[in-house]
């Protein structure tokens, strides 16, 4: 039923206010937005009481879709819009619906990205949308508000198709009003509205892709969105509720820069950035198994399989991709950091230059054996690399580019910032793996938490091995140590607590379940005293031990 509260609460509250006439002056842009979410709850209701086939579900949210953009387009014959546009927006809309009713999979989750979606909706597309559509916008956060109140985790309430279904078309709706009753064009403020919506469009278009890698149909459900996923890395249900959260806050920011930024070329740096950072989350979660150990059994047995697994191992196709879009983004960063808010129009040069920048950059990364480097175990060593191919390949672009442009290019200072820049994205990049990996060891709820007693060579190798091997379950959360110099530092990303006095007090404070001596220097009386103090604690006690056979 909570659904139908969605439903009710923003329909009451809307109309509460919208009577006033100094809030709505006509019927429309709000009616057709109403009319087209009332009509979704319907289908929703009965989808909750009579179990409505997919398709089913499909033709009618089409052809809901095609009924709002009519209303919207309007009758005139000199405002309407391409056939291409029109079937765009019906598409877009039975979309944005569908993908809310597959993002309600866990407590908490539709609702609150909703809320966040609808809160930048209200705040940035305000002037497009009129005071009434405004109103509806603030009656349906209120709704979610209440709604997550009760949905929270452990629910007690839940929206069912009838509320998912509800959300997603008030939402898709609204983001077509700018396009269809303004006087924006289609393509102007269709990124500000995906950044919006990022979180349930990539959750819907990584579901879908990676169903049809298994083989699976994309209509059958099953336990592998992206919370889901977050969920079998170790994350709590709550905590990957609040990853998403955050992603639509992110999404949602990058948005109002633009929205609010009046000039277009700045966007393009940050558009690049959103989309690399969501493709490494995409890839990094597609490697959590979901499918019963057949994620990929239907790119396996393609006919050209052999040719992906050679191009994608041996070639490295992906990465050089990514580093082709990473020089890009940097070089035009670069120039847009170095003439900013100077009457010079850098794009000639920019464009000019490109090719032979690609060129040099990306010959002296793969010269320097970036390309060789496994991601999982990027360090120190891997980030000389790194700056030994940018730079090589920085000092070639100057020469070749000065040498064939010497009338065009306006500024040595762009390599500089350039060099810069690359370094950075390309470390980031190759350090995202390591991190995420970092991230889903440190927060897993299923892994003991495990005090190491003992910071020296063999304590920091424990705790690696911890983190990179999870068939362990082990989640290392301190070190006690003896030698005064080490206490209070962090070593390998774990802290030093204290020495022996401060056991019992760290094992209390970490909820630590286990501790392990790393050294067999620990032992006689030290090694009495810890078994001791684990024995009042009912914790066990173990030993490393390591040897070459």
Not at 297 to 324: E, I, R, T, Y
């Amino acid at each position: 039923m909570g659904g139908v509260a969605i439903a009710l609460a923003t329909t009451i509250g809307f109309l509460v206010v919208v009577g006033r006439p100094t809030v709505v002056d006509e019927l429309l842009p709000w009616g057709p937005v109403l009319a087209a979410s009332l009509a979704m709850f319907v289908v929703g209701v009965l989808d909750d009481r009579l179990q409505l086939s997919p398709t089913a579900k499909l033709v009618a949210s089409l052809a809901i879709g095609a009924f709002l953009v009519f209303a919207l387009a309007g009758t005139d014959p000199d405002a309407a819009r391409q056939a291409l546009h029109t079937l765009v927006a019906i598409v877009w809309f039975a979309g944005v619906c569908h993908a809310f009713n597959l993002l309600d999979n866990m407590d908490g989750l539709a609702a609150g990205v909703a809320f966040i979606a609808t809160a930048f909706f209200a705040y940035l597309l305000a002037n497009e949308l009129g005071p009434a559509m405004v109103v509806l916008l603030a009656s349906l956060a209120g709704a979610l508000i209440g709604f997550l109140f009760w949905n929270r985790p452990t629910a007690r309430l839940f929206m069912g198709d009838s509320g998912s279904l509800f959300i997603g078309a008030m939402l898709a709706s609204t983001s077509l009003v700018p396009v269809l009753r303004g006087g924006m064009t289609l393509t102007s403020p269709i990124v500000p509205i995906a950044l919006i919506l990022a979180v349930p469009l990539f959750d819907t278009a990584f579901v879908l892709v990676l169903r049809r890698l298994a083989g699976r149909k994309a209509s059958k459900g099953g336990t592998d969105h992206v919370s889901h996923r977050l969920v079998s890395l170790g994350f709590s249900e709550r905590t990957a509720v609040r990853f998403l959260y955050l992603l639509g806050l992110i999404a949602g920011g990058v948005a109002a820069v633009m929205v609010l930024n009046d000039r277009p070329e700045p966007q393009l740096p940050i558009i690049a950035a959103v989309g690399v950072v969501m493709t490494l989350v995409g890839i990094y979660l597609a490697r959590v198994p979901a499918y019963n150990a057949e994620d990929f059994l239907a790119l396996q047995k393609s006919s050209f399989a052999p040719f992906l697994k050679d191009l994608a191992f041996k070639w490295h196709a992906g990465q050089v991709l990514l580093d082709l879009i990473l020089i890009t983004v940097c070089y035009y960063a670069a120039y847009r950091l170095r003439f900013e808010g100077e009457n010079f129009d850098f794009i000639q040069s920019f464009m000019v230059s490109l090719p032979v920048v690609l060129g040099c950059k990306l010959a002296a990364l793969y010269a320097s054996g970036l390309y060789q480097r496994s991601w999982d175990t990027f360090g120190l060593r891997d980030v000389s690399v790194v700056a030994r191919g940018v730079a090589v390949g920085s000092l070639l672009s100057v020469a070749a580019a000065f040498y064939l442009y010497r009338n065009v290019i306006a500024s040595r200072a762009v390599f500089v910032f350039d060099a810069t820049l690359l370094a950075m994205a390309i470390t980031a990049t190759r350090l995202s793996f390591r991190m995420m990996n970092l991230a889903a060891a440190t927060r897993n709820k299923r892994s003991r938490r495990v005090l190491v007693y003992g910071a020296g060579n063999f304590g920091r190798l424990l705790v690696r091995e911890m983190r990179a091997n999870t068939a362990w379950n082990m989640n290392p959360v301190a070190f006690i140590d003896d030698d005064a110099a080490k206490i209070h530092r962090w070593i390998v990303g774990v802290p030093v607590r204290g020495s022996i006095d401060s056991l019992e007090t760290t094992m209390r404070q970490y909820g630590v379940d286990e501790v392990i001596l790393s050294s067999r220097a620990i032992n006689g009386s030290v090694e009495t005293r810890i078994r001791e103090i684990c024995a009042r604690t009912k914790r066990p006690v173990r030993r490393l031990f390591m040897e070459i056979q």
